[in-house]
């Protein structure tokens, strides 16, 4: 074999007739036509064209026509070969006729040139011809002539390098037709997965919740890469998968899933597998999804689709953790503003308001927002949002304001406001969010906080000064009964008398500083006011004097009241004295009993609840109080009488009064025309308690051995005396020491202890509880002008007794009877 030349005129080969490259030419012309024309074949369109060119060129060009392909190792391999010597022997005659031909089909291939083969000097009867298709080598074709034949000549060879060379152009176009086809099935293909995936994009991004975008997108990944399964694992510990045959996706985890589960986070293809996690952009990996496809490989153009799918379900995701999380603070957002203990209002630029929560609803009654109920704004409020939206405006923090009697629903209140500008999206110019707080109730109870502290220390001094004065009234009551036994002049009579009513009244007015810094002990009952006042009448008038004319009117349907006895009647005569004080040069004194119902309104202002409610009112003529007396007249110790004229303590008590027995008390008053005082006290139907008057107790001299321990000299003289008089034998301590002391020093019984509580050192209850506990059934009488009955806690049931002081020394005799009555 040789390579081709290019062949000169005059050789032999010269001398051939042409017919026979003209006829291959024509043939081969007429195949190009027809594979370019011509309808598709059922076959590969690659093997029918070498089909069709092996039978052209075999009819009469060659006796044997071969085709060998490169495979895609680089392998030669023959594709075509016909010619004679039947199925079994074509490549054992092709071999015989051309010896050593697939050495020269593998340097062609190499080469890409034509190479000859001439047995018998130039006469050529094999044409071997390269074939390339997109510059690389392909193959090569072989044509052989039976010795018989006639040569190849130039025209032959020509047309045998055309007719190879244009069967490798033709390899070529079917081979780029082959791949556009291919291209556009995988360009429709993809198109449909990209539609199929934006549909599903958006289907998952309307996903209410995580079980949703899970089902959605394995549903949708099965779909676009016709799968048989496709599966997705969250971190969060949900899982979904949807299968080849299911309606719809399952919840849950398959135990068959082969899909790797290393925590990669790169996409990838393993197996039949295609593995993709589930993130976004530089945020961390909600999961893993997982599709497989058996039989039919997934390629790397469906790993991006399929990464494409999770971006999606990354996003959905995330939108969801984000809306979530959104959610969350705007719930607790919403119940801070709504259970917000202050008013929180948003205000347009110039203090309109625009919103606001439940706090400000309570504050001024607003209806709710958005109800299209424009709210009313007290003035000064107004005004208030006004300088708050123009201060805001030209300073960079937040504005306060403090704001003092702002009228709200007919009442003044007092507010601090606190106000910030607001840039919200879409509103061309910002907002005022302003926090609105009622005060009024903290600076009250501030104030009555320090009230309360002030009177706690004057009552402390009341109390020091209260026990040493009941110790006073004490001795002058009980000297003055005892004087009042002794003498029998009428004149003496009426002084002794003065002494005790005198002693009285201070008495009352101990009991008055007693009250000072706590709540007086009320022993309410059941009473008709109207008949304490009628009984009161003689006392009343004595009290006021000729001077002033007294009116009383009294409707006897106002009802009942529960309320301390005592203290109403102290209460009526203080309010009696303080109008008789008001009409030095006489006047008129009214005092009216009646009933009247106090609705919602004047219930709020009055601090009681609505509903019924007897009216004691108590009016003068006399010179009247300007508005700063009356703002201070119930005030404790507060007096315009001068000194030594007034105690401050009437009103004061009247108020308590009033208050613990859930009424008020108002006044008003005009100057120079006269003041009315009118208590409200709640009606009852309870029955009215009617206490009858009992015989004085028959007294009769004692038998009994009594200590007595007081820490007043006078006052401890005083009821040894009492004591003695009446037959019973007393020891008698000045502290609880030496009270102990004689009670253990003493060797005969004692049936009664009588001892001041406060007594310096060792107290009155410790000394009784000693005693007892050494004496049983010893007999205890407490006396205190400070204390109440409690002091006998923690003493033996049924043994002991209290007396409050001052005490008169038939109450003294009367109480140590009663107890020994007990024993007996």
Same mark, same amino acid.
């Given at each position: 074999?040789?390579?081709?030349?290019?062949?000169?005129?005059?050789?032999?080969?010269?001398?051939?007739?042409?017919?026979?490259?003209?006829?291959?030419?024509?043939?081969?012309?007429?195949?190009?036509?027809?594979?370019?024309?011509?309808?598709?074949?059922?076959?590969?369109?690659?093997?029918?064209?070498?089909?069709?060119?092996?039978?052209?060129?075999?009819?009469?060009?060659?006796?044997?026509? %071969?085709?060998?392909?490169?495979?895609? $190792?680089?392998?030669?391999?023959?594709?075509?070969?016909?010619?004679?010597?039947?199925?079994?022997?074509?490549?054992?005659?092709?071999?015989?006729?051309?010896?050593?031909?697939?050495?020269?089909?593998?340097?062609?291939?190499?080469?890409?040139?034509?190479?000859?083969?001439?047995?018998?000097?130039?006469?050529?009867?094999?044409?071997?011809?390269?074939?390339?298709?997109?510059?690389?080598?392909?193959?090569?074709?072989?044509?052989?002539?039976?010795?018989?034949?006639?040569?190849?000549?130039?025209?032959?060879?020509?047309?045998?390098?055309?007719?190879?060379?244009?069967?490798?152009?033709?390899?070529?176009?079917?081979?780029?037709?082959?791949?556009?086809?291919?291209?556009?099935?995988?360009?429709?293909?993809?198109?449909?997965?990209?539609?199929?995936?934006?549909?599903?994009?958006?289907?998952?991004?309307?996903?209410?919740?995580?079980?949703?975008?899970?089902?959605?997108?394995?549903?949708?990944?099965?779909?676009?890469?016709? %799968?048989?399964?496709?599966?997705?694992?969250?971190?969060?510990?949900?899982?979904?998968?949807?299968?080849?045959?299911?309606?719809?996706?399952?919840?849950?985890?398959?135990?068959?899933?082969?899909?790797?589960?290393?925590?990669?986070?790169?996409?990838?293809?393993?197996?039949?597998?295609?593995?993709?996690?589930?993130?976004?952009?530089?945020?961390?990996?909600?999961?893993?999804?997982?599709?497989?496809?058996?039989?039919?490989?997934?390629?790397?153009?469906?790993?991006?689709?399929?990464?494409?799918?999770?971006?999606?379900?990354?996003?959905?995701?995330?939108?969801? &953790?984000?809306?979530?999380?959104?959610?969350?603070?705007?719930?607790?957002?919403?119940?801070?503003?709504?259970? &917000?203990?202050?008013?929180?209002?948003?205000? $347009?630029?110039?203090?309109?308001?625009?919103?606001?929560?439940?706090?400000?609803?309570?504050?001024?009654?607003?209806?709710?927002?958005?109800?299209?109920?424009?709210?009313?704004?007290?003035?000064?409020?107004?005004?208030?949002?006004?300088?708050?939206?123009?201060?805001?405006?030209?300073?960079?923090?937040?504005?306060?304001?403090?704001?003092?009697?702002?009228?709200?629903?007919?009442?003044?209140?007092?507010?601090?406001?606190?106000?910030?500008?607001?840039?919200?999206?879409?509103?061309?110019?910002?907002?005022?969010?302003?926090?609105?707080?009622?005060?009024?109730?903290?600076?009250?109870?501030?104030?009555?906080?320090?009230?309360?502290?002030?009177?706690?220390?004057?009552?402390?001094?009341?109390?020091?000064?209260?026990?040493?004065?009941?110790?006073?009234?004490?001795?002058?009551?009980?000297?003055?009964?005892?004087?009042?036994?002794?003498?029998?002049?009428?004149?003496?009579?009426?002084?002794?008398?003065?002494?005790?009513?005198?002693? $009285?009244?201070?008495?009352?007015?101990?009991?008055?500083?007693?009250?000072?810094?706590?709540?007086?002990?009320?022993?309410?009952?059941?009473?008709?006011?109207?008949?304490?006042?009628?009984?009161?009448?003689?006392?009343?008038?004595?009290?006021?004097?000729?001077?002033?004319?007294?009116?009383?009117?009294?409707?006897?349907?106002?009802?009942?009241?529960?309320?301390?006895? %005592?203290?109403?009647?102290?209460?009526?005569?203080?309010?009696?004295?303080?109008?008789?004080?008001?009409?030095?040069?006489?006047?008129?004194?009214?005092?009216?009993?009646?009933?009247?119902?106090?609705?919602?309104?004047?219930?709020?202002?009055?601090?009681?609840?609505?509903?019924?409610?007897?009216?004691?009112?108590?009016?003068?003529?006399?010179?009247?109080?300007?508005?700063?007396?009356?703002?201070?007249?119930?005030?404790?110790?507060?007096?315009?009488?001068?000194?030594?004229?007034?105690?401050?303590?009437?009103?004061?008590?009247?108020?308590?009064?009033?208050?613990?027995?859930?009424?008020?008390?108002?006044?008003?008053?005009?100057?120079?025309?006269?003041?009315?005082?009118?208590?409200?006290?709640?009606?009852?139907?309870?029955?009215?308690?009617?206490?009858?008057?009992?015989?004085?107790?028959?007294?009769?001299?004692?038998?009994?051995?009594?200590?007595?321990?007081?820490?007043?000299?006078?006052?401890?003289?005083?009821?040894?005396?009492?004591?003695?008089?009446?037959?019973?034998?007393?020891?008698?301590?000045?502290?609880?020491?030496?009270?102990?002391?004689?009670?253990?020093?003493?060797?005969?019984?004692?049936?009664?202890?009588?001892?001041?509580?406060?007594?310096?050192?060792?107290?009155?209850?410790?000394?009784?509880?000693?005693?007892?506990?050494?004496?049983?059934?010893?007999?205890?009488?407490?006396?205190?002008?400070?204390?109440?009955?409690?002091?006998?806690?923690?003493?033996?049931?049924?043994?002991?007794?209290?007396?409050?002081?001052?005490?008169?020394?038939?109450?003294?005799?009367?109480?140590?009877?009663?107890?020994?009555?007990?024993?007996?």
């Amino acid at each position: 074999m040789a390579r081709r030349a290019p062949t000169t005129a005059g050789s032999k080969v010269d001398e051939v007739p042409r017919d026979r490259a003209g006829d291959l030419r024509r043939r081969y012309v007429e195949l190009r036509r027809t594979q370019r024309h011509g309808a598709p074949s059922p076959r590969s369109d690659e093997a029918a064209l070498l089909d069709a060119f092996v039978e052209i060129a075999s009819e009469g060009f060659a006796d044997w026509v %071969a085709v060998d392909l490169v495979d895609e $190792s680089g392998a030669t391999i023959r594709s075509r070969l016909v010619g004679a010597g039947g199925d079994g022997d074509v490549a054992v005659a092709l071999e015989k006729a051309v010896p050593g031909l697939a050495g020269v089909v593998d340097r062609v291939i190499v080469s890409g040139t034509t190479e000859t083969w001439s047995p018998e000097g130039d006469a050529v009867r094999a044409v071997v011809v390269g074939l390339r298709v997109k510059d690389r080598a392909y193959g090569a074709v072989s044509f052989v002539l039976a010795p018989e034949r006639d040569p190849y000549d130039r025209a032959d060879l020509v047309a045998a390098e055309e007719a190879a060379w244009g069967l490798g152009a033709m390899v070529e176009r079917r081979l780029l037709q082959d791949e556009s086809r291919a291209a556009l099935r995988a360009t429709q293909r993809m198109a449909r997965q990209l539609h199929q995936v934006f549909a599903a994009t958006v289907s998952v991004s309307g996903a209410r919740d995580e079980v949703e975008v899970a089902t959605t997108v394995v549903q949708s990944a099965r779909r676009v890469f016709d %799968a048989d399964l496709a599966t997705l694992e969250l971190s969060s510990g949900l899982a979904a998968w949807s299968a080849r045959g299911e309606a719809r996706a399952t919840l849950g985890r398959r135990d068959d899933v082969a899909a790797p589960r290393d925590g990669s986070d790169e996409a990838r293809r393993v197996g039949d597998w295609l593995i993709v996690p589930v993130a976004e952009r530089d945020a961390a990996r909600y999961g893993v999804l997982a599709v497989r496809r058996e039989g039919r490989a997934l390629s790397s153009e469906d790993l991006e689709i399929a990464t494409l799918l999770a971006q999606a379900a990354a996003t959905a995701l995330g939108s969801r &953790a984000l809306a979530r999380g959104i959610e969350r603070s705007e719930a607790r957002l919403r119940a801070l503003v709504e259970t &917000a203990p202050v008013g929180i209002v948003e205000a $347009s630029a110039d203090g309109t308001p625009r919103w606001w929560n439940r706090a400000a609803e309570r504050i001024f009654a607003w209806p709710p927002p958005g109800t299209g109920t424009p709210p009313t704004v007290p003035r000064a409020l107004a005004a208030a949002l006004g300088e708050l939206a123009r201060e805001v405006g030209e300073r960079s923090g937040p504005a306060v304001r403090d704001l003092v009697d702002v009228e709200v629903r007919g009442r003044a209140r007092d507010l601090t406001t606190a106000a910030a500008r607001v840039e919200l999206p879409d509103e061309p110019d910002p907002t005022l969010m302003v926090l609105i707080d009622d005060v009024t109730d903290h600076r009250q109870l501030k104030a009555e906080v320090a009230h309360a502290q002030q009177m706690e220390l004057r009552g402390r001094v009341a109390s020091t000064v209260a026990h040493d004065f009941n110790n006073l009234i004490t001795l002058i009551t009980g000297y003055a009964e005892i004087l009042m036994r002794e003498i029998d002049e009428a004149r003496l009579v009426e002084m002794v008398r003065d002494i005790q009513s005198t002693a $009285s009244r201070a008495s009352r007015l101990t009991a008055q500083l007693q009250s000072i810094g706590r709540a007086p002990a009320l022993d309410p009952v059941v009473l008709a006011p109207g008949d304490v006042v009628r009984a009161n009448a003689e006392v009343l008038e004595r009290l006021v004097g000729v001077d002033v004319e007294v009116e009383l009117r009294v409707d006897d349907g106002a009802g009942a009241i529960r309320v301390d006895t %005592a203290q109403f009647e102290q209460m009526i005569l203080n309010l009696a004295i303080n109008a008789r004080d008001a009409m030095p040069d006489g006047g008129r004194l009214v005092i009216t009993v009646d009933g009247v119902e106090v609705a919602g309104a004047a219930a709020g202002a009055l601090g009681v609840e609505p509903g019924r409610f007897v009216r004691v009112s108590v009016s003068d003529t006399g010179i009247g109080m300007d508005e700063e007396t009356m703002a201070r007249c119930f005030d404790t110790f507060f007096t315009t009488k001068g000194p030594l004229q007034g105690t401050g303590l009437g009103l004061a008590s009247a108020r308590r009064l009033a208050e613990a027995s859930g009424g008020a008390i108002s006044v008003r008053s005009t100057l120079a025309v006269g003041t009315t005082f009118e208590v409200l006290f709640p009606a009852t139907r309870e029955a009215v308690v009617i206490e009858l008057a009992s015989a004085a107790p028959r007294r009769t001299r004692g038998f009994a051995t009594i200590l007595v321990a007081e820490d007043d000299d006078a006052l401890r003289r005083l009821m040894v005396q009492v004591l003695s008089r009446n037959g019973y034998q007393v020891l008698e301590g000045t502290s609880g020491e030496e009270a102990r002391s004689l009670a253990e020093r003493y060797e005969g019984p004692i049936d009664l202890l009588v001892s001041d509580v406060v007594l310096g050192g060792l107290s009155g209850p410790e000394l009784a509880t000693e005693l007892q506990g050494s004496r049983p059934g010893l007999l205890v009488l407490l006396t205190s002008g400070t204390a109440d009955p409690s002091v006998l806690e923690g003493l033996a049931a049924g043994t002991s007794m209290f007396l409050a002081k001052p005490f008169r020394p038939s109450a003294l005799i009367d109480g140590v009877q009663d107890l020994l009555a007990r024993r007996d």
